[in-house]
Protein backbone atom coordinates (compact mmCIF):
# COMPACT_ATOMS: atom_id res chain seq x y z
CA UNK A 1 0.00 0.00 0.00
CA UNK A 2 1.10 3.73 -0.59
CA UNK A 3 2.43 5.10 2.49
CA UNK A 4 4.36 9.00 3.47
CA UNK A 5 6.31 8.91 6.35
CA UNK A 6 7.29 12.45 7.77
CA UNK A 7 9.59 10.95 10.92
CA UNK A 8 10.01 14.44 12.97
CA UNK A 9 6.67 15.16 14.76
CA UNK A 10 8.18 18.58 15.86
CA UNK A 11 11.16 20.72 14.83
CA UNK A 12 12.34 23.61 16.73
CA UNK A 13 15.48 25.65 14.61
CA UNK A 14 16.29 29.08 15.41
CA UNK A 15 16.04 31.99 13.61
CA UNK A 16 18.58 32.38 10.74
CA UNK A 17 19.86 28.69 10.78
CA UNK A 18 19.14 26.02 8.20
CA UNK A 19 16.00 23.80 7.91
CA UNK A 20 15.54 20.16 6.43
CA UNK A 21 11.97 18.19 6.87
CA UNK A 22 12.20 14.69 5.82
CA UNK A 23 9.92 12.95 3.72
CA UNK A 24 9.63 9.23 2.63
CA UNK A 25 7.43 7.29 0.78
CA UNK A 26 6.46 3.75 -0.22
CA UNK A 27 4.74 3.86 -3.72
CA UNK A 28 4.04 0.93 -6.39
CA UNK A 29 4.57 3.43 -8.97
CA UNK A 30 6.10 6.47 -10.78
CA UNK A 31 5.35 8.72 -8.01
CA UNK A 32 5.00 12.38 -8.18
CA UNK A 33 5.37 14.80 -4.75
CA UNK A 34 4.28 17.86 -3.04
CA UNK A 35 5.06 20.04 0.05
CA UNK A 36 2.11 21.82 1.86
CA UNK A 37 2.39 24.38 4.53
CA UNK A 38 -0.40 25.25 6.92
CA UNK A 39 -0.31 27.99 8.83
CA UNK A 40 -2.96 28.00 12.08
CA UNK A 41 -6.31 28.19 11.57
CA UNK A 42 -5.49 27.95 7.61
CA UNK A 43 -5.92 25.54 4.37
CA UNK A 44 -2.97 24.26 3.04
CA UNK A 45 -0.73 26.16 0.61
CA UNK A 46 1.78 24.33 -2.29
CA UNK A 47 4.96 25.01 -1.13
CA UNK A 48 6.43 23.11 -4.28
CA UNK A 49 5.75 20.21 -6.52
CA UNK A 50 7.68 17.42 -8.09
CA UNK A 51 6.60 15.92 -11.69
CA UNK A 52 9.69 14.91 -13.48
CA UNK A 53 12.59 16.08 -14.56
CA UNK A 54 15.31 18.00 -12.84
CA UNK A 55 15.70 16.16 -9.42
CA UNK A 56 16.05 19.45 -7.21
CA UNK A 57 12.53 22.10 -7.12
CA UNK A 58 12.95 25.33 -6.22
CA UNK A 59 9.37 26.54 -4.68
CA UNK A 60 7.90 29.67 -2.71
CA UNK A 61 8.89 31.23 -0.02
CA UNK A 62 12.44 30.61 -0.53
CA UNK A 63 11.81 26.58 -0.08
CA UNK A 64 13.27 24.14 -2.43
CA UNK A 65 13.12 19.80 -2.02
CA UNK A 66 15.68 17.14 -3.72
CA UNK A 67 13.61 13.76 -5.22
CA UNK A 68 15.67 10.92 -5.02
CA UNK A 69 14.63 8.09 -6.16
CA UNK A 70 17.49 5.62 -4.23
CA UNK A 71 15.79 6.82 -0.74
CA UNK A 72 12.37 6.97 -1.91
CA UNK A 73 12.67 10.61 -0.42
CA UNK A 74 11.40 14.30 -0.90
CA UNK A 75 13.34 16.59 1.41
CA UNK A 76 12.33 20.16 2.17
CA UNK A 77 14.72 22.43 2.64
CA UNK A 78 15.71 26.12 3.55
CA UNK A 79 19.28 27.55 3.41
CA UNK A 80 17.61 30.61 6.49
CA UNK A 81 14.17 30.01 8.61
CA UNK A 82 12.29 33.04 9.31
CA UNK A 83 9.84 33.69 12.63
CA UNK A 84 6.98 33.41 9.88
CA UNK A 85 8.15 30.21 8.43
CA UNK A 86 6.50 28.31 11.34
CA UNK A 87 3.70 26.48 10.86
CA UNK A 88 2.58 22.71 9.61
CA UNK A 89 4.12 21.09 6.71
CA UNK A 90 2.99 18.16 4.59
CA UNK A 91 4.08 15.98 2.20
CA UNK A 92 2.02 14.53 -0.39
CA UNK A 93 2.42 11.69 -3.10
CA UNK A 94 0.31 10.55 -5.41
CA UNK A 95 1.21 8.48 -8.83
CA UNK A 96 -0.68 8.55 -12.38
CA UNK A 97 -2.40 5.07 -12.18
CA UNK A 98 -3.85 6.09 -9.17
CA UNK A 99 -5.54 9.12 -10.32
CA UNK A 100 -5.93 12.89 -8.56
CA UNK A 101 -5.92 10.80 -5.02
CA UNK A 102 -2.70 11.93 -2.52
CA UNK A 103 -1.59 10.33 0.40
CA UNK A 104 -0.38 12.59 3.18
CA UNK A 105 2.16 12.74 5.58
CA UNK A 106 1.24 13.02 9.15
CA UNK A 107 2.91 16.47 9.57
CA UNK A 108 5.58 18.14 10.84
CA UNK A 109 5.13 21.31 13.21
CA UNK A 110 8.38 23.63 12.83
CA UNK A 111 8.69 26.13 15.69
CA UNK A 112 10.91 28.94 15.22
CA UNK A 113 12.79 30.32 18.37
CA UNK A 114 14.33 33.88 17.95
CA UNK B 1 -9.67 35.55 -6.92
CA UNK B 2 -9.86 31.50 -7.62
CA UNK B 3 -10.67 29.56 -4.23
CA UNK B 4 -12.13 26.84 -2.53
CA UNK B 5 -14.89 28.13 0.10
CA UNK B 6 -15.93 25.83 2.75
CA UNK B 7 -18.84 26.91 5.16
CA UNK B 8 -19.18 26.60 7.94
CA UNK B 9 -15.65 27.64 9.46
CA UNK B 10 -16.85 26.61 12.69
CA UNK B 11 -19.79 24.01 13.72
CA UNK B 12 -20.33 22.37 17.12
CA UNK B 13 -23.62 20.00 16.91
CA UNK B 14 -25.12 16.81 18.95
CA UNK B 15 -25.13 13.38 18.35
CA UNK B 16 -27.35 12.32 15.56
CA UNK B 17 -28.43 15.80 14.42
CA UNK B 18 -27.66 15.78 10.22
CA UNK B 19 -25.84 18.67 9.18
CA UNK B 20 -24.58 19.61 6.16
CA UNK B 21 -21.06 21.00 5.31
CA UNK B 22 -20.58 23.15 1.91
CA UNK B 23 -18.19 23.56 -0.32
CA UNK B 24 -17.49 25.87 -3.66
CA UNK B 25 -15.09 26.27 -6.52
CA UNK B 26 -14.66 29.12 -9.28
CA UNK B 27 -11.68 27.52 -10.59
CA UNK B 28 -14.07 24.65 -13.17
CA UNK B 29 -12.43 22.01 -11.81
CA UNK B 30 -13.51 18.64 -12.71
CA UNK B 31 -12.49 16.81 -9.60
CA UNK B 32 -13.10 17.78 -6.06
CA UNK B 33 -12.11 16.29 -2.18
CA UNK B 34 -12.89 15.85 0.90
CA UNK B 35 -10.33 15.12 3.71
CA UNK B 36 -10.39 15.11 7.43
CA UNK B 37 -7.08 16.09 9.40
CA UNK B 38 -6.69 14.53 13.02
CA UNK B 39 -3.51 14.91 15.14
CA UNK B 40 -0.88 12.44 14.21
CA UNK B 41 -2.39 11.20 11.31
CA UNK B 42 -2.42 13.81 8.72
CA UNK B 43 -4.96 14.28 6.03
CA UNK B 44 -7.19 11.29 5.12
CA UNK B 45 -9.56 11.11 2.22
CA UNK B 46 -13.37 10.84 2.85
CA UNK B 47 -15.15 10.88 -0.99
CA UNK B 48 -13.82 12.16 -4.30
CA UNK B 49 -15.38 13.36 -7.05
CA UNK B 50 -14.05 13.17 -10.88
CA UNK B 51 -16.94 15.24 -12.68
CA UNK B 52 -20.74 15.95 -11.66
CA UNK B 53 -22.52 12.88 -10.64
CA UNK B 54 -19.53 10.89 -10.80
CA UNK B 55 -18.00 10.70 -6.60
CA UNK B 56 -15.92 7.62 -4.91
CA UNK B 57 -15.43 6.68 -1.29
CA UNK B 58 -11.71 7.26 -0.20
CA UNK B 59 -10.03 6.01 2.86
CA UNK B 60 -12.80 6.94 5.28
CA UNK B 61 -15.80 6.80 3.88
CA UNK B 62 -18.42 5.95 6.86
CA UNK B 63 -20.66 7.76 8.15
CA UNK B 64 -20.31 10.38 5.16
CA UNK B 65 -22.13 11.38 2.07
CA UNK B 66 -21.48 13.60 -0.76
CA UNK B 67 -23.07 14.75 -3.98
CA UNK B 68 -22.15 16.10 -6.44
CA UNK B 69 -25.14 17.64 -8.91
CA UNK B 70 -22.85 20.70 -10.31
CA UNK B 71 -19.27 21.53 -10.76
CA UNK B 72 -18.83 23.66 -8.47
CA UNK B 73 -20.20 22.49 -5.31
CA UNK B 74 -19.66 19.24 -3.42
CA UNK B 75 -21.15 19.22 -0.14
CA UNK B 76 -20.25 16.72 2.55
CA UNK B 77 -23.11 15.45 4.79
CA UNK B 78 -23.27 13.56 8.05
CA UNK B 79 -26.88 12.00 8.13
CA UNK B 80 -26.03 11.02 11.97
CA UNK B 81 -22.62 12.52 13.54
CA UNK B 82 -21.15 10.85 16.21
CA UNK B 83 -18.12 12.08 17.99
CA UNK B 84 -15.71 10.12 16.30
CA UNK B 85 -16.48 12.97 13.42
CA UNK B 86 -15.04 15.54 15.63
CA UNK B 87 -12.09 16.63 13.47
CA UNK B 88 -10.65 19.40 10.82
CA UNK B 89 -12.67 18.89 7.79
CA UNK B 90 -10.92 20.27 4.47
CA UNK B 91 -12.49 20.46 0.52
CA UNK B 92 -9.72 20.17 -1.77
CA UNK B 93 -9.72 20.82 -5.89
CA UNK B 94 -7.93 20.42 -9.27
CA UNK B 95 -7.86 19.50 -12.73
CA UNK B 96 -8.11 16.44 -13.53
CA UNK B 97 -4.46 16.04 -14.75
CA UNK B 98 -2.99 15.57 -11.55
CA UNK B 99 -2.52 19.38 -11.10
CA UNK B 100 -1.97 20.85 -7.24
CA UNK B 101 -4.89 20.50 -4.84
CA UNK B 102 -6.67 23.41 -4.12
CA UNK B 103 -7.77 23.89 -0.19
CA UNK B 104 -10.43 25.54 1.51
CA UNK B 105 -9.83 26.97 5.07
CA UNK B 106 -11.48 24.19 6.47
CA UNK B 107 -14.08 23.48 8.90
CA UNK B 108 -13.65 22.27 12.63
CA UNK B 109 -16.40 20.34 13.57
CA UNK B 110 -17.26 19.07 17.34
CA UNK B 111 -20.07 16.20 17.41
CA UNK B 112 -20.62 16.25 21.62
Known amino acids: AQSVTQPDIHITVSEGASLELRCNYS??????LFWYVQSPGQGLQLLLK??????LVQGIKGFEAEFKRSQSSFNLRKPSVHWSDAAEYFC????????????FGAGTILRVKS | EAQVTQNPRYLITVTGKKLTVTCSQN?????MSWYRQDPGLGLRQIYY???????DKGDVPEGYKVSRKEKRNFPLILESPSPNQTSLYFC???????????FGNGTRLTVT
Open chain 1, 92 to 103: AVGAREYGNKLV
Open chain 1, 27 to 32: YGATPY
Open chain 2, 92 to 102: ASSFLDNSPLH
Open chain 1, 50 to 55: YFSGDT
Open chain 2, 27 to 31: MNHEY
Open chain 2, 49 to 55: SMNVEVT
